[in-house]
């Protein structure tokens, strides 16, 4: 219950620094600055299906083989996943930069798209260390990168944009986030004897068999996953195309106020999900698990209503 608290907590702290200084940075940097920013948020929600469909496998499969009797077996599964997380984020790199030149309305969305990059290599990255953690269902030092990746970054903003509004807004998001990065990995590599399966970044191997192991456990959490942040992301593609960026800055502020109780929720039923997941494979019941889980949705939909 400890580490699920922790790691519901770092959730909550994500969603307090990035509001308490989104709603200071929002008071000096021009709203269609942060308005660009926002619609190229849509877009990189969309965009990055496969490495949030690799995430979501690596979720449900991460547990199997941290509990699975084959040592090689396990470290290539982790190993896939890495290589996997490279190949795509390099690809929708390309398609960022592409964006950029080719499709930008403006010159300040031009710029957002290039500095965008950045922040979409770091965020890919902590991202998958995070739910590498949180496979292996040590979820206290997942919660401590989410808590660094939002904490540094929205400080590291904040400072840039003290020293220029505009400028400083664009370089935070690009040198703030290879920053960040930086410190990620090496902590990373520092923490990796805490798993339970280690593994090395720099051996290269995909395995064809854990890749359709992948696909066919994760098809249909693909077309979920792609659903949802779909129907999230649309809203924003109306007000970019009808109103403007400024509008669509005031609404991003809004809409983050209805969605932080859904966030912390699914974030602490979510802890739970790895220990789930184990003991399907070591064929324990969960049938407490699963009444607690039931009890804690309940719970949720009936505060959620007030």
Wanted: glycine content about 6%.
């Amino acid at each position: 219950m400890r580490s699920n608290l922790i790691y519901a907590g770092s959730h909550f702290w994500n969603f307090f620094f990035s509001f308490s200084i989104g709603i200071y940075l929002k008071r000096i940097v021009p709203p269609e600055v942060i308005g660009v920013f926002v619609f190229v948020s849509a877009v990189y929600i969309i965009v990055e299906i496969p490495l949030a469909f690799l995430r979501t496998s690596l979720e449900r499969l991460g547990p199997t083989y941290t509990v699975g009797q084959d040592t090689k077996q396990n470290e290539s599964f982790f190993i896939t996943i890495f290589w996997l997380t490279v190949l795509f984020t390099f690809i929708i790199s390309i398609f960022f930069f592409m964006m950029g030149y080719f499709f930008s309305d403006t010159m300040f969305q031009s710029f957002a798209f290039y500095c965008f990059i950045p922040f979409f290599i770091m965020s890919s990255f902590v991202q998958l260390i995070t739910f590498i953690f949180k496979g292996q269902n040590i979820l206290q030092y997942s919660g401590v990168f989410n808590v660094i990746r939002s904490l540094l970054f929205f400080s590291l903003l904040a400072i840039f944009c003290l020293i220029s509004s505009i400028k400083g807004y664009y370089i935070g998001y690009s040198l703030g986030s290879l920053i960040i990065l930086i410190i990620c990995i090496g902590l990373f590599y520092l923490l990796r004897k805490k798993l339970y399966v280690n593994f090395s970044l720099t051996k290269f191997s995909v395995d064809s068999l854990i890749i359709k192991r992948i696909l066919s456990v994760g098809f249909v959490l693909l077309f979920c996953n792609y659903l949802f942040k779909f129907i999230f992301s649309l809203d924003r593609f109306f007000i970019q195309h009808y109103f403007s960026s400024e509008y669509l800055a005031y609404y991003s502020t809004a809409l983050q106020f209805v969605t932080v109780v859904i966030t912390l929720g699914m974030a602490f039923i979510g802890s739970y999900t790895p220990k789930l997941f184990m003991n399907f494979d070591r064929k324990q019941s969960n049938h407490a698990l699963i009444n607690t889980l039931l009890l804690l949705s309940q719970w949720g939909g009936a505060f959620s209503r007030y």
